[in-house]
């Protein structure tokens, strides 16, 4: 015999979570990107007293004589004892796999409305150093 739930007997979860997923809908925008560090990380304070660590990762893209890179702004808000340390003792040129949350910021430049998508860094594993022996012998 089949049962059908009534509206009464539907499981009390949020309305934004799908009935047939097993994990809680978020409400954010994950980016996943490999690239290369534009510069060594600085650690920086937000107007909020927050410490922050801050860099630069370039992905490229196409055809090596036609190759396009984008830059992308992370944000680090790990603390000294969750890896700030890791992060900041990574160098220019350090290739990384960084996965995160998307966060859209608008500011004023020249007088316009002007946006930056930016990332929350939530995970960040190191690929691969830069051959730092190697530049020393040329």
């Known amino acids: 015999m089949l049962h059908?739930?009534?509206p009464s007997r539907l499981p009390t979860r949020?309305?934004?979570?799908?009935?047939?997923?097993?994990?809680?809908?978020?409400?954010v925008a994950r980016i996943t990107i490999v690239g290369r560090l534009a510069a060594d990380p600085e650690l920086t304070v937000t107007s909020t007293g927050q410490e922050m660590v801050r860099y630069a990762v370039g992905?490229?893209?196409?055809?090596?004589e036609n190759?396009?890179?984008?830059?992308?702004?992370v944000a680090s808000f790990a603390k000294e004892n969750e890896g700030r340390?890791?992060?900041?003792?990574?160098?220019?040129?350090?290739l990384?796999?960084?996965?995160?949350?998307?966060?859209?910021?608008?500011?004023?430049?020249?007088?316009?409305?002007?946006?930056?998508?930016?990332?929350?860094?939530?995970?960040?594993?190191?690929?691969?150093?830069?051959?730092?022996?190697?530049?020393?012998?040329?």
């Open 4 to 6: 059908l739930l009534r």
């Open 14 to 27: 949020s309305l934004t979570a799908r009935l047939f997923s097993t994990s809680p809908s978020l409400p």
């Open 59 to 64: 992905t490229s893209y196409g055809p090596r």
């Open 67 to 73: 190759r396009q890179t984008s830059w992308w702004r």
């Open 85 to 94: 340390e890791r992060v900041m003792a990574l160098g220019k040129g350090t």
């Open 96 to 138: 990384v796999y960084v996965e995160g949350d998307a966060s859209m910021r608008k500011f004023e430049k020249d007088g316009k409305i002007e946006s930056a998508l930016s990332i929350v860094q939530q995970k960040l594993e190191v690929l691969k150093r830069p051959d730092t022996a190697a530049e020393g012998l040329e």
